[in-house]
C-alpha cells in the first residue's frame, strides 16, 4: 500500500523556484545519502503515512525511524502534519525538485 514506485515522479513536480545554495546543496545530499531516509521519502512520496506505518513499513524500530523524519523534517524533505495522537507524514515534492535542480547546476 504504502510502497511506490517513484522513477521519474520527480520530473512530475512543477519546477521550484526554491534556492539551494551550495551549503544547503551539502546538508540535503547528507540527508539523502541514507537508504532509510530515501525510502521514507519513497514511502510518502503520494500521500500522508503514519509515522507507526513507515516503520512497519521498513522493518524498522519507532525510535530508528524517528530519528531518520527528524532529518527529513530538518531539511525540508518531509512535512508533518498531526491528526490527534497520530503523526503523519509527506514527501516535499517541491524541495525535492529543488534538490534535484541544484545538483544539475552544481554538475558538469
Do not use: C, I, Q
Request: aromatic content about 6%; hydrophobic content about 45%; proline content about 6%.
Amino acid at each position: 500500500m504504502y510502497f511506490v514506485d517513484w522513477r521519474n515522479k520527480v520530473e512530475d513536480v512543477a519546477p521550484s523556484n526554491e534556492e539551494v545554495d551550495d551549503e544547503g546543496l551539502d546538508e540535503l545530499l547528507r540527508a539523502l545519502a541514507h537508504p532509510a531516509r530515501r525510502a521514507l521519502l519513497r514511502l510518502t512520496w503520494d500521500e500522508p503515512v503514519p509515522a507507526m506505518a513507515l516503520a512497519d513499513a521498513l522493518d524498522l524500530a519507532p525510535a530508528t525511524v524517528s530519528e531518520h523524519l527528524k532529518v527529513l523534517r530538518k531539511t525540508g524533505l518531509v512535512d508533518l502534519t498531526a491528526a490527534g495522537t497520530f503523526r503523519h507524514y509527506r514527501a516535499n515534492r517541491a524541495r525535492v525538485r529543488a534538490v534535484a535542480t541544484a545538483l544539475r547546476r552544481a554538475l558538469p
